[in-house]
């Protein structure tokens, strides 16, 4: 029993299958040349097909044949006629060959011929051969395809060129007419090929380009309205050549002469946009110090060099970043924003991507997001990215995609909308901030949020405060007997007996008042402290001690008219030692 879907399906393949039929008979192959270019990690396939319209109405589409082998490694394909680009269209495949549909831009008229090319590049489709190999021994790789083009049409001539490069060839398969020439294998030409043909073939040879293949990019891009667009990329990088078996000798690795041969990646250059700098270059320890940065006119190129060689089988990770300003990437008209960048940058030359994942970090309260890239990508849902001073978070923009070349390297296009007011927004927020913080510490520091008074302490204020009286006094009264020392030196110099009594006067007069305040002081300080009192009496006893010892100090060294004579030094240093004994039992009470 057939339902009504599966008939629907039926009907839809068995049309399909007699417009191919009847479009085969309408086209012919009168000349094909075909390149295979294996001299790196990757084939990269150049076909030009000579097509003749033999039908009596005009062609304006041709349908092209992949190998089911080379379609499970297909990375890229495109077409062109005369430099002008000719759109492909992914079909239904048919056995043994994945189908492409070629919409020519031009219709070509019954019995006229046009020459279609088409590019096609196949990742890791070079098999090592051996798998395995020790640090001085050469790789060695297998390619294999089809000695004939693969076409849904019949072919009058063909030739395929299979370039291997400057490397050892260590055999290939033989389907007569073929030969070597230097670092070629030619294949052909041959004549009257029917549609369909498929015999397959292997080359050989040594191959010494690095095979390493970044397994996965995470590549963020981060806009900010204030000028910037930061991006950074999270890189994994294996190498897939032959396998390394046996130990690694470092001694041996410095002393081998191979150079480039080396079956070993040492360091390989990235190529950044011209704009690009405050670039970093770091992986799990840190800074990778090694690297360097060269600033061409049109571009910058870092040279990455890992912290070790890459053999087989090894693989490291790194994190790449740089700024560039948002003018040459961001455009503008009013509140709705167009970006316009890579999705992908160079990595290294000759790259194969596994998997690239690419985030754009949009403003917040960015809107209606519109996505336009220029080959086909998974678009997974938008996430939330929260930030400094964020409320709600920042959409993100999830793009997703394998089995990446340097043909990928193209602008995407993101349109939002965004208000021009939000810029202001986070200012506005962090000066807010700090304003109530302001306001939240004036009122802590002026509230008082004990429950209970603590008597004790309470004390212990007031006797600190009228301690600090004392210590105010006893300077003060330091001050005096500095001033009495000074008149005397003084009227040594000059006998103005006047002017000493004067002085003295006046330090009687200050003293006396001192004493009034000190004596009022004390009696507080015993009152709350009565463990002070001695102290205290201790510190007028010294006070008084000097008081009285000044007038015979005046007698004797009045006698004399030397300055700085012994009885000044005497007396200096009896000041200096009661007053500093004075200070210390301050800091004591």
């Known amino acids: 029993v ?50 003749q319209n033999s039908g009596k109405s005009a062609l304006s589409e041709v349908l092209f044949y992949v190998t089911s082998d080379e379609a499970a490694h297909l990375a890229h394909i495109s077409s062109s006629i005369k430099k002008q680009t000719v759109k492909v269209q992914a079909q239904a495949a048919v056995q043994g060959f994945a189908v492409y549909k070629l919409v020519l ?35 060695y790789v297998v390619y294999t395809g089809n000695a004939h083009i693969s076409s849904p049409y019949s072919v009058d001539k063909q030739k395929t060129t299979v370039v291997f490069g400057s490397g050892k ?31 397959e073939i292997r080359v050989h040879y040594e191959n010494v380009s ?9 590549r963020l891009i981060e806009i900010s309205h204030w000028g910037n667009i930061a991006i950074e990329e999270k890189i994994q990088i294996v190498h897939k050549g032959a396998k390394l078996t046996g130990s690694f000798s470092r001694l041996d690795y410095q002393m081998d002469r191979r150079g480039k041969k080396q079956p070993c990646v040492k360091e ?44 087989g089988g090894w693989k490291t990770n790194y994190v790449m970043g740089y700024n560039v300003p948002s003018y040459e990437y961001l455009y503008a008209d009013g509140d709705k924003f167009v970006l316009n960048m890579r999705l992908l940058d160079h990595i290294y030359d000759g790259m194969v991507v596994e998997k690239l994942t690419t985030k754009i970090v949009l403003p917040e309260k960015a ?23 964020d409320t709600e978070g920042r959409k993100v923009v999830v793009i997703e995609k394998t089995s990446l070349v340097d043909a990928h390297i193209k602008p995407f296009t993101l349109q939002y909308q965004w208000s021009r007011i939000n810029i202001w927004r986070e200012p506005l927020m962090a000066s807010a901030f700090f304003f109530c913080l302001f306001l939240a510490v004036i009122a802590y520091v002026r509230c008082d949020f004990e429950i209970t008074k603590d008597s004790a302490s309470e004390a212990l204020l007031g006797v600190q405060a009228k301690v600090e009286e004392v210590e105010k006094i006893v300077g003060q009264r330091i001050a005096l007997h500095n001033k009495f020392i000074d ?24 003293r006396s008042e001192l004493k009034k305040k000190m004596t009022g002081v004390m009696g507080q300080i015993k009152t709350m402290l009565p463990t002070a009192s001695d102290k205290l009496n201790e510190i007028e006893h010294l006070e008084a001690g000097l008081v009285s ?41």
């Open 2 to 51: 057939m339902f009504p879907n599966s008939r629907m399906k039926f009907l839809f393949f068995t049309l399909g299958l007699l417009a191919t039929l009847a479009l085969s008979q309408d086209v012919k192959i009168t000349d094909a040349e075909r390149t295979v270019d294996v001299t790196s990690q990757i084939a990269k396939i150049n076909v030009a097909l000579t097509v």
């Open 105 to 139: 831009p031009k219709k070509v008229e019954a019995g006229a011929s046009e020459t279609v090319n088409v590019e096609y590049v196949l990742v890791q489709s070079l098999v090592p051969f051996p798998e395995q190999i020790t640090q001085d021994e050469t790789q």
């Open 169 to 199: 060839l260590q055999s290939f398969t033989n389907v007569a007419p073929s030969k070597q020439l230097g670092e070629k294998v030619v294949y052909g030409p041959y004549s009257n090929t029917a549609a369909k043909t498929f015999t």
């Open 210 to 218: 690095p095979f390493i293949v970044a397994t996965t990019v995470e």
């Open 268 to 311: 390989f250059k990235t190529i950044l946009p011209a704009s690009a700098r405050d670039i970093y270059y770091r992986d799990v320890i840190g800074n990778i110090s090694s690297s360097g940065v060269k600033v061409r006119a049109e571009s910058v190129e870092v040279e990455v060099k890992p912290r070790f060689p890459l053999f």
């Open 367 to 389: 809107s209606d997001v519109k996505l336009s890239t220029p080959y086909e990508v998974n678009r997974r849902p938008d996430e939330k990215l929260a930030t400094y001073l």
């Open 487 to 510: 008149a005397v030196s003084a009227f040594k110099g000059d006998k103005e007996e006047e002017t000493l009594k004067s002085v003295r006067s006046n330090i009687e007069a200050e």
């Open 549 to 589: 010892s000044e007038a015979a100090y005046l007698e004797k060294t009045s006698k004399s008219t030397t300055k700085n004579s012994s009885e000044d030094r005497q007396w200096t240093a009896r000041v200096n030692g009661d007053t500093t004994k004075m200070k210390e039992i301050i800091n004591s009470i």
